[in-house]
């Protein structure tokens, strides 16, 4: 080593020696940066950064070298030999080409490549100092001689193996001091072992080019060097720049895997993606470290990184690009995409997915749910009762609550919605694990699993139970009910059926009474069919003509004189015949057709009552659906202005437990009614919840008192004791009473005896039709009483 420094500072210019470290730090510098960007390239870029870095390694070893022999000072005359130092430039330029493609394939082959060039640099010293001529004798020390191979192979195998080791844009500040010392080291320690003695002083060699020439040759490449490093850094600069920009502001995170399965490039976005630090995912690293790596942030097994790694590697070979999504452990999803790339390695890139699938969860939930109360919704009861038929029995419930439609009237949809969600809470509440609970719409729920129709109805009697409770909502006490339609279905029956069954047996229950349990049973469906068929026909009875009244005479006591009709409906089908009135008329209120028959009967009663004798009534019988409406008055009003009749001849009849349902509603209707100077009859008095209380409040003029009654009452003695009773009441109130279903001398005998006013039934005449009705009703002319003779009551009779 003393040696080494003897030589510097002794035999030569330290200026010069200062410029030629320069020089040699500056193309160092250059060449592991321009090997960085080679061993992370591929394909035919990698070429080109391969010439590149030779190129620029040529230069740098070749000028350090001839730099400072300039500044050698030998004591005796000198010259170069142009041929040789030509030479010593290829062995390095070959050399160092060599090197470079050996040491970009990375691990130990950075190490030989290195080697090759420490070679390379000892080669191009010792041709150069072969070229070197002077006046005089040179000896050469053997062990400085290897010690400077040495130092060369060495440092040069130890510079290429850092710089595989950083990425391709880190400054590789180590790589580029062992270079240095490599090229450096080996001239000085080889200069050392060079000794000149001199054969004549001054003396000069005969054709020897100048020095001024060589320095001058120097000079040049060594601005080339200069040139070239700053290009290239100002290059790299720009490239690292945009790369790094174009890199880090990309939405999904990247990473490129050679082929020999090391990672190449990656970006930020990806390490913020996993949550890896630049120390856990970096350019050099091995595709099993990075795996190893992130398995370890997220808790995987040895197996599981090993089936990764695995997978990865089988995209590789395959070279088919594929799709797949992970979830990790703080619950992000990323969708990565492997691609091949030229040189049989993949592109990995990765886009965080996690809001677009929470998106997409939220949007399947609510396409399965119900956005109110949370239950699975009509689309969802779909699928899984398919799901349940395919494998076994079940039962189908669905509920309704009771007159819900009041509460939104009355209360307003907020308080229906809520009672909605907690209606919805009970029933959730009450099913067992095999049982699901969902929401059709509106207020209908339904409950279905694999159970008896035991368990079945067992349920079924919990969920009225359950929704009888009062619901509190917002300081209210909002009371419903609910019915509940049951079917029971076997593996294999077609899920839309089932349902179709479980809503007829629904309706039975609500028409049944509400607040119970029904069964489908076999021939409901028929009979709904059946139902459906005479509902449509119903419809077309009014426009089609086949709607008419008879007229059934209604008699006063005790003299048995005419003092008018009670109008009956009659369905005359062209294809049914004659449909009883107890067949069509529940069925025309339920269907809503009732409205427009209604109408109908008070139009053409009055326009038939107008044919009679101003003496004459007639008596009409309203449903109480019609008389919630606002229309009826008004339809009254209108009959009577159009024929031209006596408010008076027409008498109103509405049952008692007609009255009694929405009975504020109607007592405001029959009061309009009765504002027109109509009478008004309560019908069937004494089959409801009988009460003269009722009478008050209603204000009615006339008791009709039912058949039942009348028909018991001459071998029943408490029958008798109860038309007695009405009979005496009424007319201590002034209320008009008459004894509906009179059919034998006995009866109507008693009637007379216990005060009743007026009678109908067969013991006088059968209902006629509205020819016949006329005809009796103008029997006795001028107006008067028309009070009949035996023998026209016989004849009544027989009509």
């Known amino acids: 080593m003393t040696n080494v420094f003897a030589c510097v500072w002794g035999r030569h210019d330290i200026g010069v020696i200062v410029v030629a470290v320069l020089v040699c730090l500056a193309g160092s510098w250059s060449v592991i940066r321009l090997f960085q960007r080679a061993s992370a ?79 390379a640099i000892a080669g191009m010293h010792y041709t150069g100092m072969m070229a070197y001529r002077v006046n005089g004798t040179t000896v050469w020390n053997p062990t400085w001689l290897f010690a400077s191979i040495v130092v060369s192979v060495v440092f040069a195998a130890l510079a290429l193996h850092v710089a595989v080791r950083r990425p391709p844009f880190s400054g590789g500040t180590a790589a580029t001091v062992l270079l240095a010392l490599a090229i450096s080291g080996m001239h000085f320690t080889g200069m050392a ?51 790094s920009e174009a890199l880090n502001h990309m939405s ?7 082929g020999d399965g090391t990672i190449r490039l990656v970006n930020d976005r990806i390490r913020e993606m996993l949550n890896l630090s630049a120390h856990s995912l970096h350019v050099g690293m091995s595709l099993h470290q990075y795996i190893h790596n992130l398995g370890d942030r997220e808790g ?35 969708s990565i995409a492997s691609k091949p790339a030229s040189d049989g390695g993949t592109i990995l890139t990765y886009d965080d997915v996690t809001e677009i699938r929470q998106g997409q969860r ?14 699975p919704n009509r689309r969802s009861l779909a699928e899984h009762v398919a799901r349940l038929s395919q494998s ?43 049982e699901l609970p969902f929401r059709l719409g509106g207020d209908e729920l339904v409950m279905t699993g694999h159970l008896t129709q035991r368990q079945a109805d067992t349920l079924a009697r919990r969920a009225i139970a359950a929704l009888a409770r009062p619901f509190e909502i917002n300081g209210r006490t909002v009371a419903t009910g609910a019915s509940v339609g049951v079917a029971m279905a076997d593996q294999g029956e077609d899920p839309q059926l089932v349902q179709r069954k479980a809503r007829l047996a629904l309706d039975i229950a609500k028409r049944n009474g509400r607040f119970r349990v029904e069964f489908y049973s076999d021939g409901t469906l028929e009979e709904t069919v059946e139902r459906k068929l005479l509902e449509h026909d119903l419809a077309l009875a009014v426009e089609s ?33 004659r449909v009883p009135p107890s067949a069509f008329i529940p069925l025309a209120e339920q269907c809503g057709a009732i409205a427009e028959i209604g109408a109908w009967v008070i139009d053409e ?64 209707a029959l009061a309009a009614v009765r504002a027109l100077g109509v009478r008004i009859a309560m019908d069937d008095f004494g089959t409801g919840y009988s009460s003269l209380v009722h009478i008050r409040d209603f204000a009615v003029d006339r008791i009709k008192i039912d058949r039942s009654f009348i028909g018991a009452s001459d071998t029943d003695p408490n029958s008798a004791a109860v038309v007695c009773a009405v009979a005496t009441l009424a007319r201590s109130i002034g209320v008009a009473t008459t004894g509906e279903g009179v059919e034998n001398e006995a009866q109507l005998a008693k009637l007379i005896e216990y005060g009743c006013g007026t009678v109908q039934g067969f013991l006088l005449s059968r209902p006629l039709d509205a020819m016949r009705a006329t005809e009796l009703a103008h029997a006795h002319r001028d107006g008067q009483a028309a009070r009949l003779t035996d023998q026209e009551i016989n004849d009544a009779r027989t009509l």
């Open 605 to 668: 009663a009055c326009r038939q009552a107008a044919l009679w004798p101003a003496n004459l009534y007639v008596s009409i019988n309203v449903s109480p659906l019609q008389l919630r409406s606002d229309d009826t008055p008004r339809q009254i009003a209108d009959a009577i202005a159009r024929h031209r009749l006596a408010p008076g001849r027409i008498e109103i009849e509405v049952t008692e437990t007609g009255m009694l349902e929405n009975s504020a509603r109607i007592a405001t």
């Open 252 to 258: 999904n995170g990247l990473i490129l895997v050679a």
């Open 392 to 434: 076994t029995s079940f039962a189908l419930l669905l509920l309704d609550l009771d007159h819900f439609s009041a509460i939104n009237d009355t209360l307003g949809d907020a308080i229906g919605d809520a009672v909605l969600v907690e209606a919805a809470r009970r029933v959730r509440d009450i099913c067992g694990p095999s």
């Open 362 to 375: 939220e949007l399947a939930h609510m396409a399965f749910h119900d956005a109110l109360t949370g239950l």
């Open 41 to 119: 390239a591929v394909g035919s870029e990698r070429i080109a950064w391969i010439l590149l870095s030779t190129v620029i390694a040529d230069a740098a070893i070749w000028c350090t070298h001839f730099i400072a022999m300039l500044g050698y000072h030998p004591g005796v005359a000198v010259s170069v030999d142009p041929a040789l130092v030509v030479v010593s430039l290829l062995i390095t330029t070959v050399g160092a080409g060599l090197g470079f493609a050996v040491a970009v394939d990375r691990g130990f082959n950075a190490i030989i490549g290195g080697a090759i060039i420490g070679l």
């Open 300 to 334: 995987w097994d040895a197996p599981e990184i090993r089936r990764i790694v695995a997978d990865v590697e089988s995209w590789m070979h395959e070279g088919a690009s594929v799709r797949i999504e992970r979830r990790f452990g703080d619950g992000t999803i990323l």
């Open 193 to 243: 072992a060079f000794h000149v003695y001199p054969l004549a002083v001054n003396a000069s060699l005969p054709n020897a080019d100048p020095m001024q020439t060589f320095a001058l040759t120097v000079a040049t490449v060594t601005a080339l060097i200069a040139t070239a490093s700053l290009a290239i850094h100002r290059i790299d600069s720009r490239v690292r720049v945009v790369a």
């Open 545 to 577: 003509g086949q709607l008419e009244l008879d007229y059934q005479p209604l008699y006063a006591l005790p003299d048995r004189t005419l003092t008018g009709f009670e109008a009956l409906l009659r369905w005359r089908h062209p294809v049914r015949g």
